[in-house]
T-cell receptor, first 111, second 114 residues
Framework: SQTIHQWPATLVQPVGSPLSLECTVE??????LYWYRQAAGRGLQLLFYSVGIGQISSEVPQNLSASRPQDRQFILSSKKLLLSDSGFYLC??????????FGPGTRLLVL | AQTVTQSQPEMSVQEAETVTLSCTYD???????LFWYKQPPSRQMILVIR??????QNATENRFSVNFQKAAKSFSLKISDSQLGDTAMYFC???????????FGPGTRLSVLP
């Protein structure tokens, strides 16, 4: 069966510091991968999606970037965090558009 | 562009009662998938139910069922015999047959009251 991992679960970072959030999927090959951000009590904002290694599409211009160095690894990064980057970050995978499956999420607080 | 609307920001229901959450969507395509996701206080997103647009039969998963009205572009979720563990945010979502991105609605916060 497929599983998706995200880490860290919680992160507190000062403004201006770098960021690296990692997501890995097990039990599937060549999945579509997604990064979302969610503010407290709000909906999902799609940040990036990837249909293959090295293929990244950005949905929202921002302070963040994404990379997919391996088939089942998706990384969200920033060189300098802003206060507005605080939020809940969700990684998800899908295969054949039948459904999207989410990781447990990372809570990021930028101080 | 496709959009998904959930017109009920918050709802509440008594334990053991039935509640229906509304969802409408806008698309010009005829083949697509629709979903309901549940996000409990843990914030883990959980797939509740899925519907293929080409299937006329409404999907059912235990206490969860949908009323899919393709012509009206409506996709409501009915929760029967509500339980305290059903308390969560519920998101309606859409993806076209040839699309890459899932489109989510703004969510409905459901509280099940004892």
């Amino acid at each position: 069966s497929q599983t998706i991992h995200q880490w860290p679960a919680t992160l507190v970072q000062p403004v201006g510091s770098p960021l690296s959030l990692e997501c890995t999927v097990e039990g599937t090959s060549n999945p579509n991968l997604y990064w979302y951000r969610q503010a407290a009590g709000r909906g999902l904002q799609l940040l990036f999606y990837s249909v293959g290694i090295g293929q990244i599409s950005s949905e929202v211009p921002q302070n963040l970037s994404a990379s997919r160095p391996q088939d089942r690894q998706f990384i969200l990064s920033s060189k300098k965090l802003l206060l507005s980057d605080s939020g809940f970050y969700l990684c998800a995978w899908s295969e054949r558009r039948e459904a999207q499956y989410f990781g447990p999420g990372t809570r990021l607080l930028v101080l | 562009a496709q959009t998904v609307t959930q017109s009920q920001p918050e709802m509440s229901v008594q334990e053991a009662e039935t509640v229906t959450l509304s969802c409408t969507y806008d698309t010009s395509e005829s083949n697509y998938y629709l979903f309901w996701y549940k996000q409990p206080p843990s914030r883990q997103m959980i797939l509740v139910i899925r519907q293929e647009a080409y299937k006329q039969q409404n999907a059912t998963e235990n206490r969860f069922s949908v009323n899919f009205q393709k012509a009206a572009k409506s996709f409501s979720l009915k929760i029967s015999d509500s339980q305290l563990g059903d308390t969560a945010m519920y998101f309606c979502a859409f993806i076209s047959l040839y699309g890459q991105n899932f489109v989510f609605g703004p969510g409905t916060r459901l509280s099940v009251l004892p």
